[in-house]
């Protein structure tokens, strides 16, 4: 069946630090969103793609879909306290079902 | 946020016994899901349901029975749960748009330990 990976698994940055997660699905996607849940809380959706190497900005987060459809990442320039928390991707392959991936948690230095 | 409910917020529960988790969207939403959020594991869905009807069984054990009266709620009966059950429960609904994307949004989720 369809897989979503994620990398890193978790991550720690020195507050100003990028960071950047990868997903990576086993099959073609339709779309892809992203979601962030932070400690204690649960997913808060961020932000769909849809078209093949589209990038959306969101003030210090950078989204990236790929050429193939098959992987996405999240950039966090000059990170900060506030962003601390689990990133998941969802990927869909033209259904209402959405696959999660791994997450990749984030833990903020100050 | 309060588009997504759910009670109760922490359970803890005997192999036993039988319990019910509760979930209510106020979003006009038309599905609605199951997922269990285990340590160290993605998100897996257990159960989808689009306009009362249900679409998806993940190949969920029948000891957790889903019930879904209207498209504003969603129950998850439990009955002689196991240990490893034990999970944070989450229900998210989403609109059903036509088209290819959907958003789901998530209720603060159900805190079950199954002693």
């Known amino acids: 069946g369809q897989q979503v990976m994620q990398i890193p698994q978790y991550q720690h940055v020195q507050e100003g630090e990028d960071f950047t997660t990868y997903c990576n699905s086993s099959?073609?996607?339709?779309?892809i969103q992203w979601y962030k849940q932070r400690p204690g809380g649960h997913p808060v959706f961020l932000i769909q793609l849809v078209k093949s190497g589209e990038v959306k900005k969101q003030k210090r987060l950078t989204f990236q879909f790929g050429e193939a459809k098959k992987n996405s990442s999240l950039h966090i320039t000059a990170t900060q306290t506030t962003d601390v928390g689990t990133y998941f991707c969802a990927g869909s392959s033209g259904t209402y079902k959405y696959i999660f991936g791994t997450g990749t948690r984030l833990k903020v230095l100050a | 946020e309060t588009g997504v409910t759910q009670t109760p917020r922490h359970l803890v529960m005997g192999m036993t016994n039988k319990k019910s988790l509760k979930c209510e969207q106020h979003?006009?939403?038309?599905?609605m899901y199951w997922y269990k959020q285990s340590a160290k594991k993605p998100l897996e869905l257990m159960f989808v349901?689009?306009?009362?009807?249900?679409?998806e069984n993940n190949s969920v054990p029948s000891r957790f029975s889903p019930e879904c009266p209207n498209s504003s709620h969603l129950f998850l009966h439990l009955h002689t749960l196991q240990p490893e059950d034990s999970a944070l429960y989450l229900c998210?609904?989403?609109?059903?748009?036509?088209?290819?994307?959907?958003?789901?949004?998530f209720g603060p989720g159900t805190r079950l330990t199954v002693l």
């Open positions: 979003l006009g939403h038309n599905a």
């Open positions: 349901y689009n306009f009362k009807e249900q679409t």
């Open positions: 998210a609904s989403s609109p059903l748009l036509a088209g290819i994307t959907d958003t789901q949004y």
């Open positions: 099959t073609t996607l339709s779309n």
